[in-house]
């Protein structure tokens, strides 16, 4: 199995920027479809992206669209998430996660297998 551990989470205003980690160890990333996921105080997780394991097919939830960018490096064993043009609305705590399975797209998380324990992403007006 794979262990995930996320990081570059903090606090920034909005309109900033902040890009996330996510390092991967026990199994090699490749193997993996990745995502990232956020649940913010009181709401449901939800997705935010995800890229497949060759790096050539992203997906996006419509609220980060154009403004967060996922990608991968997978000599490096680690998915990043961009985050540009940071609203108040993106704070929550984002979640790293690895499927092992195979499909047409990533973006429900009971399809994942393993997840990251998250980082917290703060956004001030």
């Known amino acids: 199995q794979v262990q995930l551990v996320e990081s570059g989470g903090g606090l920034v205003q909005a309109g900033g920027s902040l890009r996330l980690s996510c390092a991967a160890s026990g199994r090699t990333l490749s193997t993996y479809a990745m995502g990232w996921f956020r649940q913010a105080p009181g709401k449901a997780r939800e997705f935010v992206a995800s890229i497949n394991r060759s790096g050539r097919d992203t997906d996006y939830a419509g609220s980060v669209k154009g403004r967060f960018t996922i990608s991968r490096d997978n000599a490096k064993n680690t998915v990043y998430l961009q985050m540009n043009s940071l609203k108040p609305e993106d704070t929550a705590v984002y979640y790293c996660?690895?499927?092992?399975?195979?499909?047409?797209?990533?973006?429900?998380?009971?399809?994942?297998?393993?997840w990251g324990q998250g980082t917290q992403v703060t956004v001030s007006s």
């Open positions: 996660a690895a499927d092992q399975g195979y499909g047409l797209r990533y973006v429900n998380e009971y399809d994942y297998d393993y």
